[in-house]
């Protein structure tokens, strides 16, 4: 019976030297051992099973049945109307308008006609170049003797059904014309020779006139106007400018003034009085 001393730290530790602590797989044998003295497996992970192809097809029918309420989704207490609700479509219009706005359509740019003097010597060849630019080109030819015969040829007896199938800026037009074409008849009449001005209201008249063509591609003019103050008149007819005139100035834009209400509801709050200490 001699008493039992104390263990010392050295008989404790084995060698003297601190332990280790355990590895992973040190935890994990002793897990496994305590496992499998217990009783326990555990559970193998199940490996993933694919959708086949036939419930697939099912899912896909069944989603195509719900969406158009058919076989075992139709309501028999729903009625055709209220499938074709017109309400409800303008409502789901308007929302998709607003969600996914589609673009406005592009409108076609109208193309200018072309406006072409044609300026030379005299037997310079100016007439049979224009007429070959103009047959390739879809343009209008327009000399002096062409305005005037051209204004005389309209005063036929079949003048008031010509006009009947025009349309109303075309009727406008060719009414003026033949106003024109009235006077110029009266002064070939008396012998009189056709002026300048005259000549240019001819070719401001046809100028709008070829605008409404769609198939003529613009007009050359060739001997008219044949100065310079025929050209500043037809100028003055196209775009309504005088040289020497006086342009005004543009017209301010007056607003009403607001309300002073709306001034004193802007100004900031007053101060708040600092406190005056007791």
Request: glycine residues 6%; proline residues 14%; charged residues 20%.
């Given at each position: ?17 601190p332990k280790s ?75 998709q308008a607003v ?180």
């Amino acid at each position: 019976g001699a008493p039992l001393a104390a263990p010392t730290p050295s008989a404790l530790a084995g060698t003297g030297r601190p332990k280790s602590p355990a590895t992973p797989l040190q935890l994990g044998a002793v897990s496994g051992t305590a496992t499998k003295i217990l009783g326990f497996t555990e559970p193998t992970p199940e490996p993933p099973v694919e959708e086949p192809e036939v419930t697939r097809i099912l899912n896909d029918a069944e989603l195509q049945d719900y969406l158009h309420m058919r076989d075992s989704w139709e309501d028999p207490e729903m009625s055709e109307a209220a499938l074709h609700n017109p309400r409800l479509a303008q409502v789901v219009w308007r929302l998709q308008a607003v969600l996914h706005p589609m673009p406005p359509p592009a409108r076609p740019k109208p193309t200018p006609k072309l406006r072409v003097v044609l300026l030379g010597k005299p037997l310079s060849g100016k007439t049979s170049a224009a007429k070959r630019v103009c047959e390739a080109l879809s343009l209008a030819f327009l000399t002096p003797v062409s305005l005037v015969t051209e204004a005389t040829a309209v005063l036929t007896p079949e003048l008031e059904a010509t006009l009947q199938s025009l349309s109303v800026p075309q009727k406008m037009l060719a009414t003026e014309f033949i106003d024109l074409g009235r006077a110029v008849q009266k002064k070939l009449l008396q012998g009189q020779e056709v002026d300048e001005d005259t000549l240019v209201l001819l070719l401001y008249n046809r100028l709008r006139w070829y605008d409404l063509q769609p198939n003529i591609a613009g007009v050359v003019m060739e001997g008219v106007p044949s100065s310079a103050e025929g050209f500043k008149k037809l100028e003055n007819l196209l775009t309504g400018y005088e040289e020497g005139a006086r342009r005004l100035p543009p017209p301010k834009l007056l607003l009403p003034s607001p309300p002073p209400e709306l001034f004193a509801s802007l100004a900031p709050p007053p101060p708040r009085p600092t406190p005056v200490p007791a």
